[in-house]
């Protein structure tokens, strides 16, 4: 029969120390899936990290590992292969030798030699077996690292905000890399500080503010329907507003009013009265005057910051409530935009998105 249970899983886990405290966490990953855990500096990450790495003991809870207990286990017991933020390599020792630590007194020199050079050979790091880490740049030490926490063969693979201390260049080489070791069948929680990353590799994702696990699921499911501002605003998503739903509607588009007493119209199947409002920035149109058109949602408003981005101009406007919209660089010259000037924002019901959090009684 096909055992169906986490591989890992984290039951209900507190732990309050120095005026901080972790309150219920709750999260689980099947054999083979890349769980991200996702937080701000301070939201309780480090605490959470040393309790699964055996640094911290709980108080309250209890750690899983492929069917074992190992809440109380200490660091060396828990068949668990962890990545520091700060790397923790052996200055003294070679690349070869640092990969070979683990393993030292567990094989044969002839057994540590060949799996030395296949680790450094999928990790494309061969050419640099015999030199010391002082001699290498960030991402070989990183490499170094990850082959060195490879090679015995843990069951779980935690890894510290992995990618903080690289470079754009080398964090894109690294997530491939962390990719490819995943696809081999390893299970494991990256834990880090950056939307983009959980994005590119995650599986599941659990998002933790102030000790508290206040969203998971997968990132499809999390950044499409964010349960919260502060969710929202991890996610990049500006237009993000409180809701409640009245009871003027055509068919599926309803009335909602919004932060500030706005009142805005949307389609939605949603019998909830209660929520969130959500308006893609690339959704609104800006023009001089109002438009008369299928847009049914109108807002005059003034501009009162202006930032170019990657893919155009951010254009933030006070139309009661603080409303962003993403228009190209071609559009502000041809609008003539600038801070103070008088705008009109337009979009349809249909791009106003409602996310339901109370049902109606």
């Given amino acids: 029969m096909k055992n169906t249970s986490p591989h890992i899983?984290?039951?209900?886990?507190?732990?309050?120390?120095?005026?901080?405290?972790?309150?219920?966490?709750?999260?689980?990953?099947?054999?083979?899936?890349?769980?991200?855990?996702?937080?701000?500096?301070?939201?309780?990450k480090s605490m959470l990290f040393e309790i699964l790495a055996g640094l911290r003991k709980p108080d309250a809870g209890k750690i899983t590992l492929a069917g074992k207990d190992i809440t109380n286990k200490k660091i060396n017991q828990r068949d668990v292969g962890i990545v520091f933020q700060d790397y923790a390599i052996f200055p003294h020792k070679t690349v070869a030798e640092n990969i070979a630590f683990p393993i030292q007194k567990k094989k044969t020199k002839k057994e540590i030699k060949k799996l030395v050079e296949k680790l450094a050979n999928e990790l494309n790091i061969s050419h640099l077996l015999r030199k010391y880490p002082n001699a290498l740049s960030g991402g070989e030490i990183q490499r170094c690292v990850l082959a060195r926490t490879l090679a015995a063969k843990p069951s779980l693979l935690l890894?510290?905000?992995?990618?903080?201390?690289?470079?754009?260049?080398?964090?894109?080489?690294?997530?491939?890399?962390?990719?490819?070791?995943?696809?081999?069948g390893y299970t494991i929680i990256h834990?880090?500080?950056?939307?983009?990353?959980?994005?590119?590799?995650?599986?599941?994702?659990?998002?933790?503010?102030?000790?508290?696990?206040?969203?998971?699921?997968?990132?499809?499911e999390i950044f499409s329907n964010p349960k919260s501002k502060f969710t929202a605003a991890f996610a990049g998503i500006t237009n993000f507003y409180d809701a409640k739903i009245l009871?003027?509607?055509?068919?599926?588009?309803?009335?909602?009013?919004?932060?500030?007493?706005?009142?805005?119209?949307?389609?939605?199947?949603?019998?909830s009265a209660y929520g969130y409002a959500m308006i893609a920035c690339e959704d609104i149109i800006l023009s001089l005057k109002k438009q008369e058109s299928s847009s049914r949602n109108n807002l005059k408003g003034k501009v009162i910051g202006l930032c170019s981005v990657v893919n155009g101009v951010e254009i933030k406007v006070d139309a009661g409530i603080v409303i962003t919209a993403l228009i190209t660089e071609k559009s502000t010259r041809n609008l003539a935009l600038e801070e103070g000037k008088t705008i009109w924002l337009a979009f349809k019901a249909s791009a106003t998105k409602f996310i339901e959090v109370g049902k109606i009684k």
């Fill in 9 to 44: 899983n984290i039951e209900k886990i507190a732990k309050k120390y120095s005026g901080f405290s972790l309150q219920d966490i709750s999260i689980s990953a099947n054999k083979g899936e890349y769980f991200v855990l996702l937080g701000h500096s301070g939201s309780g």
């Fill in 159 to 184: 890894l510290d905000e992995p990618l903080s201390a690289l470079d754009a260049e080398l964090k894109t080489e690294i997530r491939e890399l962390l990719k490819k070791i995943n696809r081999q």
């Fill in 191 to 220: 834990i880090t500080h950056d939307y983009r990353e959980a994005i590119s590799l995650a599986d599941k994702i659990a998002i933790l503010n102030d000790g508290k696990i206040i969203q998971q699921g997968t990132a499809s």
């Fill in 247 to 271: 009871g003027k509607q055509e068919g599926q588009t309803k009335k909602v009013i919004i932060t500030n007493g706005i009142e805005l119209w949307i389609t939605t199947t949603s019998q």
